[in-house]
């Protein structure tokens, strides 16, 4: 079965960090861009960051020095290290993945992950 599993979303206190897993099964995720969505209860869907095909990486200002996109390829798995963590981060990430070198958006993807739930709070 081809799909996107995240894992790694917990209850983490404001400063810490939370490491975010993105794993591929039926497909080579190599050959993909991948994008991490967040979306918190009563807001709009927001374009978190992401790590093309050519591991070229993108990030969104309200994440830009915190937040840190990787890919593996020998596990066929993209990560997203978030650190100094603030109760705004709180949502549902996602992990969306395009074949080729553009990112994938909200209505050009191949595969959408079912989420992981990051809670910021002490």
């Known amino acids: 079965q081809e799909q996107l599993v995240e894992s790694g979303g917990t209850l983490v206190q404001p400063g810490g960090s939370l490491r975010l897993s993105c794993v591929a099964s039926g497909f080579t995720l190599a050959s993909y861009s991948v994008r991490w969505f967040r979306q918190a209860p009563g807001k709009e869907r927001e374009e978190v960051s992401c790590?093309?095909?050519?591991?070229?990486?993108m990030y969104a200002d309200s994440v830009k020095g915190r937040f840190t996109i990787s890919r593996d390829n020998t596990l066929n798995s993209v990560y997203l290290q978030m650190s100094s963590l603030k109760p705004e981060d709180t949502a549902v990430y996602y992990c969306?993945?395009?074949?080729?070198?553009?990112?994938?958006?909200?209505?050009?993807?191949?595969?959408w992950g079912q989420g992981t739930q990051v809670t910021v709070s002490s």
């Open positions: 790590i093309r095909m050519t591991s070229a990486t």
């Open positions: 969306v993945a395009k074949r080729g070198i553009r990112c994938p958006d909200s209505s050009r993807f191949d595969y």
